[in-house]
């Protein structure tokens, strides 16, 4: 049976997901917060075997608790929603199985377009760490490893020194189950991991890359927190955050004429069609373009 830590760890990422990406207010956060806890607390009695991968049985099983609780419809409904939302995240980052998916929600809830930065204001968030900064090197480095890996939040804080090779320009990323690849770095992200590793990181010692002031580990929210104070700097939308620039990094790559493939492999996605998303994105781009610019748009 999957351990309670895990669905509780999904449940902190998936509300920094709701007020970063999603720009939800706090009220609305902590609502779905509380639903979802009721939920965590039926799963760890042992009534779902794998979170990730829930039944239609054990599903009609939990609409059937919260009836015995005695919750008024309207409260069974929003208790629902907040389920469908979070397994919209899951899906969205690959941490839940597809079958549960389509035993939650119809189609059009899963084909919300993840919002995305342009190359320019990219280079804004890149450039926004300044040398006053206290952590200027280790925060340039963090941001440019993001932008170009496409690497999610918790693969770039659990990365470590034996997994970084500058001298090749690649790193090996975990992912989901631990399934290792490949992904290369750019050579202004090279530059930003030397002087950083070189200088930055000097005098600490720890087998991961990214560091605190205490010379522990970064934690995903500490990363997010980063992220949104560059965010705020450069004047950039609300919403932006690591995950902005997953995306970001994945649509740059196939409006520049990559291999749906290629990227498929650089995200670590399962599943083509997951990556598939990304081409819909850069077609709303175009339609934008077309209607901006076009005599009859």
Same mark, same amino acid.
């Given at each position: 049976?999957?351990?309670?830590?895990?669905?509780?760890?999904?449940?902190?990422?998936?509300?920094?997901?709701?007020?970063?990406?999603?720009? /939800?207010?706090?009220?609305?956060?902590?609502?779905?917060?509380?639903?979802?806890?009721?939920?965590?607390?039926?799963?760890?009695?042992?009534?779902?075997?794998?979170?990730?991968?829930?039944? =239609?049985?054990?599903?009609?099983?939990?609409?059937?608790?919260?009836?015995?609780?005695?919750?008024?419809?309207? !409260?069974?409904?929003?208790?629902?929603?907040? =389920?469908? /939302? /979070?397994?919209?995240? =899951?899906?969205? +980052?690959?941490?839940?199985?597809?079958?549960?998916?389509?035993?939650?929600?119809?189609?059009?809830?899963?084909?919300?377009?993840?919002?995305?930065?342009?190359?320019?204001?990219?280079?804004?968030?890149?450039?926004?760490?300044?040398?006053?900064?206290?952590?200027?090197?280790?925060?340039?480095?963090?941001?440019?490893?993001?932008? @170009?890996?496409?690497?999610?939040?918790? +693969?770039?804080?659990?990365?470590?020194?034996?997994?970084?090779?500058?001298?090749?320009?690649?790193?090996?990323?975990?992912?989901?189950?631990?399934?290792?690849?490949?992904?290369?770095?750019?050579?202004?992200?090279?530059?930003?991991?030397?002087?950083?590793?070189?200088?930055?990181?000097?005098?600490?010692?720890?087998?991961?890359?990214?560091?605190?002031?205490?010379?522990?580990?970064?934690?995903?929210?500490?990363?997010? /927190?980063?992220?949104?104070?560059?965010?705020?700097? @450069?004047?950039?939308?609300?919403?932006?955050?690591?995950?902005?620039?997953?995306? !970001?990094?994945?649509?740059?790559?196939?409006?520049?004429?990559?291999?749906?493939?290629?990227?498929?492999?650089?995200?670590?996605?399962?599943?083509?069609?997951?990556?598939?998303?990304?081409?819909?994105?850069?077609?709303?781009?175009?339609?934008?373009?077309?209607?901006?610019?076009?005599?009859?748009?």
């Amino acid at each position: 049976m999957i351990a309670a830590s895990e669905l509780s760890e999904e449940l902190t990422a998936f509300r920094e997901y709701l007020r970063a990406e999603r720009g /939800m207010a706090d009220n609305t956060v902590i609502s779905y917060g509380h639903d979802l806890e009721r939920f965590a607390e039926w799963v760890a009695l042992g009534r779902m075997r794998d979170f990730r991968k829930p039944t =239609l049985g054990e599903l009609g099983d939990y609409i059937s608790f919260l009836r015995d609780e005695q919750l008024a419809p309207a !409260s069974v409904a929003r208790h629902l929603v907040a =389920l469908k /939302m /979070m397994y919209r995240f =899951l899906k969205l +980052e690959e941490r839940a199985d597809a079958s549960a998916v389509e035993l939650l929600a119809s189609p059009a809830l899963w084909e919300r377009i993840p919002t995305i930065l342009s190359p320019e204001s990219v280079e804004k968030l890149l450039a926004s760490p300044l040398p006053a900064d206290r952590f200027y090197l280790r925060d340039r480095a963090l941001l440019e490893t993001l932008y @170009a890996t496409g690497c999610r939040a918790s +693969e770039v804080v659990n990365l470590k020194l034996v997994d970084v090779h500058l001298d090749s320009a690649y790193c090996k990323a975990f992912g989901k189950g631990s399934k290792q690849r490949i992904v290369p770095l750019g050579s202004k992200a090279v530059r930003a991991l030397r002087a950083y590793l070189g200088d930055g990181r000097a005098e600490m010692t720890g087998e991961h890359v990214f560091l605190s002031r205490a010379g522990r580990k970064l934690d995903r929210e500490t990363l997010w /927190m980063i992220v949104k104070k560059y965010v705020k700097r @450069a004047g950039l939308p609300k919403k932006t955050s690591p995950h902005t620039l997953r995306h !970001s990094f994945a649509t740059h790559l196939l409006s520049g004429g990559a291999d749906l493939r290629a990227v498929q492999e650089m995200l670590g996605h399962a599943s083509i069609g997951t990556t598939q998303i990304y081409t819909h994105v850069d077609r709303n781009r175009l339609k934008e373009m077309h209607r901006r610019f076009h005599p009859r748009g």
